[in-house]
């Protein structure tokens, strides 16, 4: 299973970016899917997952600006953020697993950078 994300890149404050990340293999639709960021000297964290039932969670940093989604029929995971933050400047991985905290695959992260 490889995961290949893209969709970042460099906006200013108040921008939308949508992050996209598309997953090989068969079993896209029984994966719990996550977004997680890393900004420059900061821990890993997680900013929103969707379950293979659509059940959605979201950081409290992130919540009513970013939308996670899936298509299932593109093997696709999306990341749409709105009124971007120079806060929300990082690395953003996704990442696969069979549920709850454990996610076994991960994409290469595509970077995100808010400016002033």
């Known amino acids: 299973v490889q995961l290949q994300a893209s969709g970042g890149g460099l906006v200013q404050a108040g921008g939308s970016l949508r992050l996209s990340c598309t997953v090989s293999?068969?079993?896209?639709?029984?994966?719990?899917m996550a977004w997680f960021r890393q900004a420059p000297g900061k821990q890993r964290e997680l900013v929103a997952r969707?379950?293979?039932?659509?059940?959605?969670n979201y950081a409290d940093s992130v919540k009513g600006r970013f939308t996670i989604s899936r298509d299932n029929a593109k093997k696709t995971v999306y990341l749409q953020m709105n009124s971007l933050k120079p806060e929300d400047t990082a690395v953003y991985y996704c990442?696969?697993?069979?549920?709850?905290?454990?996610?076994?695959?991960w994409g290469q992260g595509t970077e995100v950078t808010v400016s002033s």
């Open positions: 990442a696969a697993g069979p549920g709850g905290a454990v996610y076994v695959y």
């Open positions: 969707i379950t293979s039932g659509g059940s959605t």
């Open positions: 293999g068969r079993t896209f639709s029984m994966y719990t």
